[in-house]
Each structure stands twice: as structure tokens, then as C-alpha cells.
């Protein structure tokens, strides 16, 4: 398992948790509850934190990162073929044409 994503509320980690699952990959949240329980660790060893499988920690670390960049605006239309496109996409996934500056 790969560690691709830890935040120091539950809240953060849970929304990204949604994310992962959203895009299919299956993940696993760790240390839901072990906040302040163990003394010694660094704090940031005790916050909540998502892994998934090996094989899924690239398409995760994207997957996140995109998310971490969506916009709330509006939808948007591919300049190069016309499709519609959630504004969390930056680029067309039909044609892979770049979203129109905002
Ligand atoms: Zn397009």
C-alpha cells in the first residue's frame, strides 16, 4: 500500500477519499481515530490518511491533484470539438484540447 494523500482534519481526508472512489480506486483510510492517541509519534504521523494499492498510486496522486486544482466555476465547452466539459477538467478528454483561459 501506498500512502497518497494525509491532512490534518477527517473532513479533508474524507473528500478525497470520495474523490478516489469516484475515479474507481479503492482506498483505505488509516488512523480515523488514532489522533492525539499516540504521544510519541510526530503529529503528522497520527493525522488521517488514505493508501491504496501500489499499482494505483500514480493514477491516485493525479487523480488528486487534479481535484485539488477543480475550479467551482461553470461548465465549459471544448473550443476544438464542442463537447461539454465539468469545469474540474482542464482539458477535453475527448480531444485533449486545453480549457479556454477563464
Ligand atoms: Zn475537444
Same mark, same amino acid.
Request: net charge neutral; aromatic share 6%.
Given at each position: $500500500?501506498?500512502? +497518497?494523500?494525509?491532512?490534518?482534519? !477527517?473532513? =479533508?481526508? @474524507?473528500?478525497? %477519499?470520495? +474523490?478516489?472512489?469516484?475515479? #474507481?480506486?479503492?482506498? &483505505? !483510510?488509516?488512523? =480515523?481515530? !488514532?489522533? #492525539?492517541?499516540?504521544?510519541? !509519534?510526530? $503529529? $503528522?504521523?497520527?493525522?488521517?490518511?488514505?493508501?491504496?494499492?501500489?499499482?494505483?498510486? =500514480?493514477?491516485?496522486?493525479?487523480?488528486?491533484?487534479? @481535484?485539488? %486544482?477543480?475550479?467551482? *466555476?461553470? /461548465?465549459?465547452?471544448?473550443?476544438?470539438? #464542442?463537447?461539454?466539459? &465539468?469545469? =474540474?477538467?482542464?482539458?477535453?478528454?475527448?480531444? *485533449?484540447?486545453? /480549457?479556454?483561459?477563464?
Amino acid at each position: $500500500m501506498k500512502r +497518497v494523500y494525509r491532512a490534518a482534519t !477527517l473532513l =479533508q481526508v @474524507a473528500h478525497a %477519499r470520495n +474523490v478516489l472512489l469516484t475515479a #474507481g480506486i479503492r482506498c &483505505e !483510510l488509516r488512523n =480515523q481515530y !488514532l489522533a #492525539g492517541a499516540l504521544g510519541d !509519534l510526530p $503529529m $503528522m504521523e497520527t493525522w488521517p490518511q488514505l493508501l491504496v494499492e501500489d499499482a494505483d498510486e =500514480q493514477y491516485a496522486l493525479s487523480v488528486l491533484a487534479r @481535484a485539488a %486544482r477543480a475550479t467551482t *466555476g461553470p /461548465a465549459w465547452t471544448c473550443p476544438v470539438c #464542442g463537447e461539454r466539459l &465539468e469545469p =474540474q477538467f482542464t482539458s477535453c478528454w475527448r480531444c *485533449g484540447a486545453e /480549457a479556454p483561459p477563464a
